[in-house]
């Protein structure tokens, strides 16, 4: 047989949250510049992201385009030679950049920016409206139509070439971006940009090493 005994409300209280202590005074330390001791700030400091710089869009509105180039180039591969080795690189370099557009963009809209840059009186334009001699190491429209005209071994050596040229123009927008004061502090296009460098090196050394016709330790 149960009994329903009834008990006091403060029978029932939890003993532990009537004797927590109150929570401690956040401590925000900051860190003090080499040989410096540290700073205690008062518990109110609130961190702040470094602000946006304009070069930072600029640079990802115009590797957004430098990108798109290389994209066209290696859909020409399929249609214009049968080098095993020169199809690998291409594939490998059109799924990279195509993800990296996608990234950019991504980046680009979360922080409400136009996803291509102002086009207005610029020179240099080719069908869709894009400056083709805007961004360094990019194909003129000349290049493109004789990349786009050879076949074979010459259509081999223009796209090797040419994307040797587009990569080491990649590496110095990338070099202009962290060379401008207060840019590249954003840890996502910080990291993105750091990759780009390493990925764009490499992928110059394997193309090198197949216009010399020696194999690359590179290349998978």
Same mark, same amino acid.
């Given at each position: 047989?149960?009994? #329903?005994?009834?008990?006091?409300? #403060?029978?029932?209280?939890?003993?532990? %949250?009537?004797?927590?202590?109150?929570? *401690?005074?956040?401590?925000?330390?900051?860190?003090?510049?080499?040989?410096?001791?540290?700073?205690?700030?008062?518990?109110?400091?609130?961190?702040?992201?470094?602000?946006?710089?304009?070069? /930072?869009?600029?640079?990802?509105?115009?590797?957004?385009?430098? &990108?798109?180039? *290389?994209?066209?180039?290696?859909?020409? =591969?399929?249609?214009?030679?049968?080098?095993?080795?020169?199809?690998?690189?291409? #594939? %490998? =370099?059109?799924?990279?950049?195509?993800?990296? $557009?996608?990234?950019?963009?991504?980046?680009?809209?979360?922080?409400?920016?136009?996803?291509? +840059?102002?086009?207005? !009186?610029?020179?240099? +334009?080719?069908?869709?409206?894009? #400056?083709? *001699?805007?961004?360094?190491?990019?194909?003129?429209?000349?290049? +493109?139509?004789?990349? %786009?005209?050879?076949?074979?071994?010459?259509?081999?050596?223009?796209?090797?070439?040419?994307?040797?040229? &587009?990569?080491?123009?990649?590496? $110095?927008?990338?070099?202009?971006?962290?060379?401008?004061? !207060?840019?590249?502090?954003?840890? /996502?296009?910080?990291?993105?940009?750091? /990759?780009?460098?390493?990925?764009?090196?490499?992928?110059?050394? $394997?193309?090198?090493?197949?216009?010399?016709?020696?194999?690359?330790?590179?290349?998978?």
């Amino acid at each position: 047989m149960l009994l #329903a005994v009834s008990a006091p409300p #403060a029978l029932f209280s939890s003993p532990t %949250r009537a004797q927590q202590p109150a929570p *401690a005074t956040p401590v925000v330390v900051q860190p003090g510049a080499p040989g410096k001791p540290t700073k205690t700030l008062p518990p109110s400091t609130k961190g702040t992201l470094p602000p946006r710089s304009s070069a /930072d869009v600029e640079f990802m509105q115009g590797m957004i385009m430098h &990108h798109q180039q *290389a994209v066209e180039m290696t859909a020409l =591969i399929p249609s214009h030679t049968e080098n095993k080795n020169l199809r690998s690189l291409g #594939a %490998r =370099i059109s799924s990279s950049q195509s993800d990296e $557009i996608k990234f950019m963009q991504r980046w680009l809209a979360a922080r409400g920016e136009p996803i291509s +840059m102002a086009m207005t !009186g610029m020179p240099d +334009m080719d069908k869709s409206g894009r #400056a083709m *001699a805007l961004m360094p190491g990019m194909l003129t429209p000349e290049q +493109m139509v004789a990349l %786009r005209k050879s076949k074979g071994p010459e259509f081999d050596h223009l796209f090797l070439t040419g994307m040797i040229q &587009h990569h080491n123009g990649a590496l $110095i927008m990338v070099k202009d971006l962290f060379d401008t004061a !207060g840019a590249g502090q954003d840890a /996502d296009l910080f990291n993105f940009a750091t /990759d780009a460098d390493n990925t764009q090196r490499a992928e110059i050394k $394997i193309m090198q090493a197949m216009l010399e016709n020696k194999p690359s330790e590179d290349k998978q």
